[in-house]
């Protein structure tokens, strides 16, 4: 039986305390929030074994995983739950909480034990569908990832601040600065396409270490109108779960002889799915069922993608190809010949 302690039940943090508990295999419970009222009225919503409690140690001790979704002190805490013997896994998607994290590789392998860096919506589900993809190909070449939407009023904030600059590309077995400008990506209906650029995004951070042969990784995000007004979007007010969101991860390579490409997707509130991959990603870690110790993302610590997928599907957040797999659609940018 699982011991779980979720910290930050904001639109994602309350999400994968409802999968956890739902799970029919935990023991305990702990929710943990800043804002006691709101953690109590999420125990309550939730019942048995849930109980709000706020952060301490003997919290810690008694947890087999803990979550974090909410915004602060992300590597204090991850650090705290590691050496109290807690898996940890993070559903925060800016890139220098990943950097943060993947700092604590060292620690978690000795105390053998997991930090899953990224484990929402993007990063996260797109990870473990990037890993999916690879696994038709003979050899892997590209894989390009792109989202839409955000989780809530804090991921709203977040990605304000990710536009306001990019994380490099991995290519050719390093990494430079994010090449090009607006580029037009396809995601699945209703979103369909929009205009991407690059951002502060951890993506390429957590999948290139996943695709250690790939020539080419990056991350692009939507903007939207919000993003252009800048400073007056903050006179709108977001929705708690924000509105629709959306994947696209393309994949590129060699697959029985010529070169393919496979793209994947996914639509859905990005808190909500955030939340069950969260969720899903720590009884995972509790059960056993992680490829390795360490921290990483869900690209490398996922190997087997279409058993998580499938326990997210149950769960109601699917993913499907959504556009032709296959053909000969050439050799991908960069590759050899």
Do not use: K, N, Y
């Not at 074994?49 to 979550?67: F, M």
């Not at 060292?106 to 473990?128: D, K, T, Y």
């Amino acid at each position: 039986m699982t011991r779980a302690v979720v910290v930050g039940v904001g639109a994602v943090g309350s999400r994968a305390a409802r999968q956890l508990s739902s799970s029919g295999d935990l023991a305990s419970l702990a929710v943990v929030d800043r804002d006691s009222a709101r953690a109590a009225l999420v125990a309550e919503a939730l019942g048995s074994p849930a109980v709000a409690r706020p952060w301490s140690t003997q919290v810690v001790r008694e947890a087999d995983v803990v979550v974090l979704a909410g915004p602060r002190d992300i590597r204090l805490l991850a650090e705290e739950a590691l050496s109290e013997g807690a898996h940890v896994i993070s559903a925060d998607d800016g890139e220098d909480a990943a950097r943060e994290l993947l700092a604590l590789d060292a620690e978690a392998r000795e105390r053998q034990r997991i930090v899953a860096v990224g484990a929402g919506f993007s990063p996260g589900l797109s990870c473990v569908l990037a890993r999916h993809a690879a696994s038709l190909f003979d050899r892997v070449e590209d894989v390009r990832v792109a989202r839409s939407g955000t989780g809530g009023p804090v991921c709203a904030d977040g990605r304000q601040r990710a536009l306001r600059g990019s994380a490099p590309d991995w290519r050719r077995g390093a990494w430079v600065p994010a090449a090009g400008g607006r580029e037009l990506c396809w995601f699945p209906e209703p979103v369909g396409g929009r205009d991407c650029v690059p951002a502060h995004l951890p993506d390429a951070l957590l999948l290139a270490p996943a695709f250690p042969d790939a020539s080419v990784v990056t991350a692009r995000t939507a903007t939207t109108w919000r993003d252009r007004v800048g400073p007056l979007s903050r006179l709108t007010r977001s929705r708690p779960e924000g509105l629709i969101g959306a994947l696209r991860v393309e994949v590129r390579g060699m697959r029985d002889g010529r070169w393919e490409t496979v793209v994947l997707g996914a639509v859905d509130r990005p808190a909500v799915a955030a939340g069950t991959v969260a969720g899903m990603a720590a009884l995972w870690a509790a059960r056993g069922r992680l490829a390795r110790w360490g921290a990483a993302g869900l690209g490398e610590l996922v190997d087997q993608p279409p058993g998580f997928l499938r326990a997210l599907a149950e769960r109601g957040v699917r993913a499907a190809s959504f556009e032709p797999a296959g053909g000969d659609h050439g050799p991908p940018v960069g590759a050899p010949s």
